[in-house]
């Protein structure tokens, strides 16, 4: 990869909060401020729509993957700079975490928990040790923190878990923890 690429997880849908766009749109603006290459799932929808356009408006690399069942439902978005069509949700899934130096969860539903929940699984087992980092806009993702807390409180985890995930409030604390990471 020609720089650095961040794989983006977040929902098609905009969600109920102002703030789940705004911070996508930030996101997006702020990867293509430091020349790093977008990666997420090709919809022109939700917030998925939201990174990619304001990547895209700020002269940013993007990379979008996207199974052929979901091109009408996400509305793929076929102007990226690059845009690949996979055969299965498994196959998208690969090809973004393996085109990515990290990952940045955004609010977003099952598809994102499940993405999420396998990056963390595949860094527990040791198969990476790329960054994991969940933009914690508005507190979206509060829950899921303290449901991790207790996995590892009922003894299904060691704390090691927590410690696979960071959390950022804002698009610029994201950035901040990614260029720490990726240093």
């Known amino acids: 990869m020609p720089h650095k690429s961040v794989c983006v997880y977040c929902g ?13 749109r930030s996101l997006g603006q702020l990867l293509a401020a430091e020349d790093w290459q977008l990666v997420y799932g090709a919809g022109d929808v939700g917030l998925m729509g939201e990174v990619a356009r304001a990547a895209q408006a700020a002269g940013g690399d993007t990379f979008g993957v996207i199974p052929a069942h979901l091109i009408a ?3 793929g ?30 609010p977003g539903g099952a598809g994102s928990l499940d993405e999420l929940f396998e990056v ?18 508005e507190g979206y993702w509060d829950p899921l923190l303290r449901l991790i807390e207790h996995v590892i409180d009922q003894g299904f ?4 878990l927590a410690g696979l995930i960071q959390v950022a409030d804002t698009p610029e604390h994201a ?3 990614l260029r720490a990471a990726l240093a």
């Open 12 to 24: 098609s849908r905009p969600g109920a909060m102002p703030a789940y766009a705004e911070h996508a």
């Open 73 to 75: 439902l996400e509305v």
């Open 77 to 106: 978005k076929a102007d990226l700079t690059r845009y690949v069509v996979t055969e299965t949700m498994h196959e998208r899934k690969k090809v973004m975490f393996m085109n990515a130096n990290a990952v940045v969860v955004l």
């Open 120 to 137: 963390m699984t595949w860094a527990q087992l040791g198969l990476h040790a790329k960054p994991i980092l969940i933009l914690n806009t």
């Open 157 to 160: 985890a060691d704390r090691s």
């Open 175 to 177: 950035m901040a923890q």
